[in-house]
């Protein structure tokens, strides 16, 4: 993927910084359009996978909404050229000062998380003097089978309404004039590679649905949320998700009434697979049982090896020798601070450009300013030469 014109290119730039392949960005978005408009669906875009103002206008620019976990993701989706009427949002814990941004900017829909936060949206919607549309996020207590720390779907942890809340959830809706309820919105989890999930998850949704119709509940929309998972081993091979056999998954087993919409809300599987964090070997350094290849990235720039054990591909761009085994780490003052162990690799020296795949999507937005470091800036194919 990385040519060595490309490679020549970013010898003369300082690293560490993000770069960002927008042809394979415009190769997804495409696929995504084309897939999701054969059956109508709505996409929005999960701001939080990468907040960057170039990567959200280029998805603007397909016609996607943008889901939202902050006052301040509204706002930078405003920015970016989202229309309020394709914003949602979501968080368990919204802010009474995010949810006036949310009713000043008259988004499309608030997923709502608990019955005080429903509560409250009613009474500031009222001193507002205007009808908030909430959809309901129902934890559906489907299992993701990913890791532990990006499940949520199952009822121990703190995401959506159970089951056994929907009683008090209609009561309190009876009562509340300032909201109206327009939907029920699902999100289990991250990083699923697994599809017979999310079949279990719309077959779910056909029960939950069911259980609210025979209440006489019609809502206009189903939200299912994102959660759709990457290749982080083979991102050569597998640049884009199967999003033919994704969508057919809900085309197949979701049963919609008629003008039912079905909306999602894709973040990782739009913008992994762009981004690369690219960084240089400051030192060689032998431990006792295995070299260490000490890159000037770390986690602050790429958190996700040291929050999840998460795997990304890591790639010496500068040489071609015999394979060797590293410890690729970071100059952070963590013992967390590690991108990979036993990493194979061309024999490494200082100054080798370094990249590490599949970085577009909670890299460069999970970043930190932790030992007063820099924040790594990001550059864009399509800007070089
Ligand atoms: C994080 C999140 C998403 C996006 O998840 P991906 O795994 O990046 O697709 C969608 N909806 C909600 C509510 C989220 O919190």
Not at 4 to 30: A, G, V
Not at 56 to 84: H, W
Not at 249 to 255: P, T, V, Y
Not at 272 to 299: E, H, P, R, W
Request: net charge negative.
């Amino acid at each position: 993927m990385f040519n060595s014109s490309r490679i020549n290119e970013f010898s003369n730039i300082p690293t560490p910084f993000y770069y960002y392949d927008m042809e394979i960005l415009q190769n997804t978005l495409e696929i995504v359009k084309r897939e999701s408009s054969k059956y109508g669906y709505h996409i929005h875009y999960a701001v939080k996978a990468n907040a960057n103002p170039k990567i959200m206008t280029k998805i603007q620019s397909y016609g996607f909404g943008a889901d939202c976990v902050s006052g301040n993701e509204i706002k930078r989706s405003l920015e970016s050229g989202y229309p309020p009427n394709k914003i949602v949002y979501a968080g368990v814990g919204k802010s009474d000062q995010e949810i006036q941004t949310a009713l000043d900017s008259d988004i499309f829909c608030f997923n709502c998380e608990s019955i005080p936060e429903m509560e409250l949206i009613n009474e500031m919607a009222e001193k507002a003097n205007k009808i908030a549309k909430i959809a309901i996020r129902i934890n559906p207590n489907v299992n993701a089978n990913t890791h532990h720390y990006i499940t949520t779907g199952v009822e121990e942890n703190k995401f959506g309404i159970s089951r056994w809340e929907f009683d008090s959830v209609l009561e309190g809706l009876a009562s509340y004039k300032n909201i109206e309820l327009i939907g029920l919105h699902f999100h289990i989890g991250s990083q699923i590679t697994d599809l017979s999930v999310f079949k279990g998850l719309c077959l779910r949704i056909n029960e939950i649905k069911q259980w609210f119709s025979d209440r006489q509940i019609f809502v206009d929309h189903i939200n299912v949320g994102g959660g759709y998972g990457v290749d982080y081993k083979h991102p050569d091979q597998n640049p884009i998700p199967d999003f033919v056999t994704f969508f057919g998954i809900f085309n197949e087993f979701l049963n919609l009434e008629a003008n039912q919409e079905l909306h999602f809300e894709l973040g990782r599987s739009m913008v992994a697979q762009c981004g690369s964090l690219i960084s240089k070997v400051l030192y060689v350094k032998n431990g006792v049982k295995t070299k260490f290849a000490i890159l000037d990235a770390g986690m602050t720039e790429l958190l996700r090896p040291a929050l999840y054990r998460a795997y990304h591909k890591i790639e010496n761009l500068s040489s071609n020798g015999e394979t060797e085994n590293y410890d690729v780490v970071g100059p952070i003052c963590e013992s967390s601070d590690c991108f990979g162990k036993l990493v194979s690799l061309p024999a490494t020296k200082r100054n080798d450009l370094i990249a590490i795949r599949t970085a577009g999507a909670y890299g460069e937005a999970m970043a930190s300013r932790y030992n007063l470091r820099d924040i790594a800036p990001s550059i864009f194919s399509n800007e070089l030469n």
